[in-house]
């Protein structure tokens, strides 16, 4: 990766904050800015207050920065009024450049060309086509969105998808696309953590992410019941950010069908997981580029997927994929995939996913604005 001539000050919003912050802009920021600083960039990821615990007040994060401004535990206000005060933080601290996460917060790209900073927003997908917004958030969303096309000095996107979308919908032609990544997968031999709650290798099924509804995880539940596959165990691991009436009905649900809830994990405990599970399955509604199945992959399981254009990666084929919605489709390929393979591990080309790679794509953006041109 080619360094800078100075350490230019990058400031980052847009994500709840890293490390070990659930979400998928959290893990791509936390995967991501290491790299960046590796190649000589001063960067500061703005935190929100609301999912910093009191017990872990650090500063830095493998050489990456961390300042925590305020924000509400509250969906409707938390990204808008915490990216608002995180630029104008990166006004005050002179950054080079503002990097923003998500069309949400690219609500506030005006100010930021007010105050004259120059910009990079990453666009991790159509958030407005998640359930849980109402016609207000959704429609400031798309507003958020069109100023991402409008007022971003260079955007970039994670998917073909989204990158079609810009130039389609807002006459954006000039995307930069640089995929999501994923760590190179650590395998455990270890057994401790999947004993410890009841699960054999090879004998469970395992989703992984947020309690919301376009993660389709009520639609997995029901199937896996329908299916009742003899000596498998269904594994659901994350949680909600905010307790939602759904998030509780998911619970409440799971718990009744024996389905174990693992809550919100990362390193030893999710590797141990991803692992020894015999199938990976992805039922969403939404995604951008779901870092959790590339996770998957990266271990080698078995993946099942709904057919949503997000999920429908090169590296996969047809088989690996079921209707959207459909817990009819979604019961007969868990139970297709359950028979006609034997859990072995298998190969996914993930050469374009390597976040050394995606770094260096990224710094290449930040220097060809550093050049000069807006």
Not at 167 to 179: F, Q, S
Not at 209 to 230: H, N, Q, S, Y
Not at 296 to 314: F, K
Request: aromatic share 8%.
């Amino acid at each position: 990766m080619a360094q800078s001539n100075r350490k230019y000050r990058v400031v980052v919003t847009g994500t709840r904050g890293i490390p070990h912050i659930m979400g998928g802009v959290e893990t791509h920021c936390e995967n991501l800015y290491p790299y960046i600083v590796k190649a000589g960039y001063d960067v500061t990821v703005v935190r929100r207050s609301c999912h910093i615990r009191e017990s872990e007040p650090i500063k830095e994060y493998k050489g990456i920065g961390l300042k925590d401004i305020y924000a509400p535990r509250k969906k409707s206000a938390e990204a808008i009024i915490h990216t608002f005060l995180a630029v104008l933080y990166a006004k005050r601290a002179k950054a080079d450049i503002l990097h923003i996460h998500a069309i949400g917060p690219s609500l506030m790209l005006p100010l930021a060309r007010v105050a004259g900073l120059r910009t990079v927003v990453t666009h991790h997908g159509a958030d407005y086509d998640r359930k849980k917004w109402n016609r207000i958030a959704r429609y400031m969303l798309r507003k958020g969105e069109k100023f991402a096309a409008r007022y971003a000095d260079r955007l970039i996107v994670i998917s073909q998808g989204i990158k079609n979308d810009m130039a389609v919908k807002y006459g954006r032609d000039e995307t930069t696309l640089i995929y999501n990544g994923v760590p190179e997968a650590r395998i455990r031999k270890t057994t401790n953590y999947i004993a410890a709650n009841g699960l054999v290798p090879g004998k469970y099924i395992l989703a992984v992410g947020r309690f919301v509804e376009e993660k389709g995880f009520d639609d997995l539940i029901d199937a896996f019941a329908l299916l009742k596959p003899e000596g498998y165990k269904l594994v659901i691991a994350g949680d909600a950010d905010h307790d939602t009436d759904y998030s509780v009905r998911l619970k409440r649900k799971a718990l009744g069908q024996g389905v174990v809830l693992t809550g919100f994990i990362k390193g030893e405990p999710l590797e141990e997981l991803l692992t020894h599970a015999r199938l990976f399955v992805l039922p969403s509604y939404h995604e951008g580029l779901p870092i959790s199945l590339l996770e998957a992959m990266s271990y080698g399981r078995d993946v099942l997927v709904s057919d949503i254009e997000a999920n429908r990666l090169p590296e996969l084929e047809p088989s690996d994929m079921f209707e959207t919605g459909s817990v009819e489709s979604l019961k007969n390929a868990m139970g297709r995939k359950l028979r006609n393979r034997n859990g072995e591990a298998r190969k996914y080309d993930m050469g374009k996913y390597d976040w050394a790679n995606i770094a260096v794509q990224t710094a290449g953006v930040y220097e060809s604005i550093l050049k000069g041109d807006r």
